[in-house]
């Protein structure tokens, strides 16, 4: 993001924290949720229904911003837990270090259009879940998230496309045989 750093630093509650893979930074019941920067490495923001079955909402990798949007918004306990998917460096930070800056409408202007972007992706996420196969899914995974393939382990894949891994694993044997 543009200049966000920029912005954080103004904001005496933001803090850089450096944590370790595997480490839970966001609980789902955690009081005063925040967002999470990432400067290096990378996150994951899943649920666990009531049967413990995991339902990852999105991955995030550099640059990219995560946080339980309605949690955050609206003061409630958060829903989704936050963990490292890699040793990783965020910047953690409520929303109103963004909304009380005085900025230059055309920075303005280019905050609103990523953000727009993020809940487009969302959106065409969601939507896909609803009604598309999962070869579709798997192919908007790889256009939204290019570099994770190698990132992130396979059945964590699956899980966010909502798919079994073997289906996965299946899907990804027809494409790499459709592809030669």
Known sequence: M?????????????????CK????IQRAGDQNPCAFYV????LRAYLLDSNGKEHIYMFAPEDWVVADIEAVEFNEPA????????DTEVI??????????SLPQEEILNYCKLLFRRIARLQRRVLMLMGSPAVDRYNYFLQT??????RVPQRMIATYLGVAPQTLSTLRSK??????
């Open 145 to 150: 998230y290019p570099q994770l393939t190698h």
């Open 21 to 24: 893979k595997g480490e839970i």
């Open 92 to 101: 953690k930070f409520d929303k109103d270090c963004v909304l009380k800056q």
């Open 79 to 86: 829903q989704l837990y936050v963990d490292c998917l890699e």
């Open 175 to 180: 494409m790499a045989t459709f592809d030669k």
């Open 2 to 18: 543009i200049n966000l750093e920029q912005i954080l630093s103004l904001d005496p509650k933001a803090t850089y924290v450096q």
């Open 39 to 42: 400067k290096k490495g990378l």
